[in-house]
């Protein structure tokens, strides 16, 4: 079987699908390969004039979807409700694709430690306030470093702990896969016909890599260039987790490649901490705690 490109999403043609952090790098790639099928897609952004470039950027040519932006700071759950409050229409995927890598200590507009207040929090929190819009599927992104995470339920924000900027990152890309995969559990108890999933770029040049504010921005630059996949090709799991018609829910895609570094997508493993059913619903109960959004699932879609 060939290998899967994004010359194999199929037509997106009335669908919405929400990217957030769509402004530059995978989310940026994500979202040119959806318009470019037909979808609607919302680019949701923290910057709105980076975000409005992007999309001048992406309809640039004649494609046959659309590209809008809506303002959306993952780490304040103020902008997360309004966001949601604003978007009145069904949407067909909501891909969960903004994140922070390794970056110096720093707290949300919320307080919460900043990795997992944006790459988690703000996420499970825009989930929870759209799933009473989403027809189809969730998508969330982890990494291969979910490897290096460890759920701590007691300090999930880092306040009894020293900082460790690395762990801190696997600990909410752990996080990550593991509310994607709750969240599927809960779509099948519930009977909806609802999916989620979860999806890695494996190593992937993007801007994530220029933000922790040490040498290792410098080192990492270096690897960019040589080792790095580009962000197309890191994009391409998220798109399979979002578009492939009958692709089941539960399933992580990453790169088919050596170590799952590069290469097309495939659905692979993970930890098996990942899949400890107990933290997991412990998780999310925190998750809704701290954010306030409580998760209810609908039986059916619209």
């Not at 992580?252 to 400890?276: K, Q, R």
């Amino acid at each position: 079987m060939a290998p899967w490109t994004s010359a194999d999403i199929p037509d997106q043609t009335g669908r919405t699908i929400v990217v957030t952090g769509a402004n530059s790098g995978l989310g940026l790639s994500a979202a040119r390969a959806l318009v470019a099928h037909g979808a609607d897609v919302v680019l949701a952004c923290r910057n709105t004039d980076k975000g409005e470039q992007a999309a001048a950027e992406i309809t640039r040519d004649v494609v046959p979807g659309t590209a809008t932006v809506e303002e959306l700071d993952l780490a304040d759950l103020a902008s997360v409700r309004k966001f949601a409050g604003r978007l009145d229409r069904p949407v067909a995927a909501l891909i969960n694709n903004a994140g922070l890598m390794a970056i110096p200590e720093q707290r949300t507009a919320d307080g919460f430690e900043m990795q997992f207040g944006t790459n988690v929090l703000g996420h499970f929190a825009l989930t929870g306030l759209l799933l009473d819009r989403i027809t189809d599927r969730v998508v969330f992104l982890s990494s291969l470093a979910h490897r290096l995470g460890r759920i701590r339920l007691d300090d999930l924000n880092w306040e009894r702990r020293r900082y460790q900027r690395w762990l801190a990152y696997g600990q909410s890309k752990l996080a990550d896969l593991m509310l994607a995969y709750e969240l599927e559990h809960r779509f099948v108890a519930a009977g909806s016909p609802l999916r989620s999933l979860a999806a890695h770029p494996g190593y992937s040049a993007t801007n994530l890599q220029s933000r922790t504010e040490s040498i290792q921005d410098a080192i990492m630059g270096v690897l960019n260039k040589v080792v790095a996949q580009g962000p197309d090709m890191g994009a391409l799991p998220e798109l399979y987790a979002a578009t492939v018609p009958d692709v089941p829910g539960g399933l992580f895609i990453g790169p088919d490649g050596w170590g799952e570094s590069s290469g097309h997508p495939v659905p692979v493993g993970s930890t098996a901490a990942s899949h400890d059913r107990a933290v997991q619903a412990g998780l999310f109960a925190a998750c809704e705690e701290l954010t306030g959004v409580t998760m209810e699932v609908p039986a059916t879609t619209r």
